[in-house]
């Protein structure tokens, strides 16, 4: 009876493989199985998870105590840092405070024609002060000229309180003119010589423009000249940090080529030794066969050939058996 040994039974095996009783229980085995692994894959998966975090605070604490060891031992990264810093302090900085050197005189000079707009504003508010002055001056003396007038006619009337009010009148306005005549003099005074004062600050801010400007010029001329010059000494003398990294890839590159160097070197002693020892096996195989030649030349072959007495064939025999041999190969 042949029994097959892999594959379902064959319907004269009887029931199906889904109706005989030990299927039925295995299948209920591995729902059982599937149930407590559900189960327990719950209560496990917290502490799974708790473990996930955990590891993964380890890796974040155990980087930033690698940061703060680079930062207290490698000297680079400080100095990197520190000039980080002032780049930092001095942008911060460059938001309140201009600290371009140009900018810093330009802005002094915008200054500058500011206060002289302001003295400006201010002159031709005193000098509209002394016009003031001298009409309320030219007034008085107008009104002090009909006062006396008044007095005298009063006099000739026989009116003596009367012309004795107009002359204290007029004194009065002679009085005030006598003492704003000394402030209308100090204010012509003080005009001319803010006048003065103001045409020596144009001449100064001109000036300063102009030598600003030239500044500024011969500024951005040496920027250029010391950029290109820069550029220049870093391919004579080269860049600190640029020449490090080429200094560590040129070792490397000979280290790399050194250990190189060595293997070939060791693989052409192993091929040396190789092929030496090839030549001495085959030359040791061609003595042999020479030997086997002139052995089987003389007829001492007899061992060899099952003890049989060697014979000899001519050229279409060895052919023959040449051909006979090669086709018992393809049989």
Do not use: C, H
């Given at each position: 009876m042949n029994t097959p040994l892999l594959g379902p039974p064959s319907p004269a095996d009887g029931?199906?493989?889904?109706q005989k009783p030990e299927k039925v229980a295995a299948w209920l085995f591995v729902a059982l199985l599937a149930g407590m692994g559900v189960y327990y894959w719950g209560q496990?998966?917290?502490?799974?998870?708790?473990?996930?975090?955990?590891?993964?605070?380890l890796g974040i604490g155990l980087g930033v105590l690698f940061v703060l060891f680079l930062l207290a031992t490698?000297?680079?990264?400080?100095?990197?840092?520190?000039?980080?810093?002032?780049?930092?302090?001095r942008t911060a900085a460059s938001l309140f405070v201009n600290t371009d050197p140009i900018g810093i005189m330009e802005a002094y000079i915008s200054n500058t024609e500011k206060e002289a707009r302001n003295m400006e504003e201010e002159v031709g508010h005193i000098e509209?002060?002394?016009?003031?002055?001298?009409?309320?001056?030219?007034?008085?003396?107008?009104?002090?000229?009909?006062?006396?007038?008044?007095?005298?006619?009063?006099?000739r009337q026989g009116e003596k309180d009367s012309a004795d009010s107009y002359a204290s009148r007029a004194a009065q306005l002679e009085d005030y003119n006598r003492r704003l005549t000394?402030?209308?003099?100090?204010?012509?005074?003080?005009?001319?010589?803010?006048?003065?004062?103001?045409?020596?600050?144009?001449?100064q801010i001109d000036g300063s423009k102009f030598k600003v400007n030239l500044l500024k010029d011969e500024y951005e001329l040496v920027k250029r000249t010391s950029?290109?010059?820069?550029?220049?000494?870093?391919?004579?003398?080269?860049?600190?940090?640029?020449?490090?990294?080429?200094?560590?890839?040129?070792?490397?590159?000979?280290?790399?080529m050194a250990q190189q160097l060595g293997q070939i070197k060791q693989a052409m002693r192993y091929s040396q030794e190789f092929v030496?020892?090839?030549?001495?096996?085959?030359g040791v195989m061609s003595e042999k066969g020479q030997r086997l030649l002139d052995k089987y030349q003389k007829g001492e072959?007899?061992?060899?050939?099952?003890?049989?007495?060697?014979?000899?064939?001519?050229?279409?025999?060895?052919?023959?058996a040449t051909d006979d041999a090669y086709g018992k190969l393809l049989d």
């Open positions: 029931l199906p493989s889904w496990i998966l917290p502490y799974l998870i708790d473990i996930v975090f955990d590891t993964v605070k490698n000297k680079r990264i400080q100095a990197g840092l520190w000039y980080l810093g002032q780049r930092i302090f509209g002060a002394n016009q003031l002055v001298k009409r309320k001056m030219e007034a008085n003396r107008t009104q002090m000229q009909e006062y006396l007038s008044l007095a005298d006619s009063a006099l000394p402030m209308a003099t100090t204010t012509a005074n003080v005009t001319l010589v803010m006048r003065q004062i103001l045409k020596a600050a144009l001449r950029s290109g010059m820069r550029a220049a000494m870093n391919i004579l003398r080269g860049d600190p940090d640029k020449k490090y990294f080429f200094d560590l890839a040129t070792d490397r590159v000979a280290q790399d030496k020892e090839m030549d001495i096996q085959n072959f007899s061992a060899i050939m099952d003890n049989e007495p060697p014979m000899r064939m001519n050229v279409a025999a060895t052919t023959k």
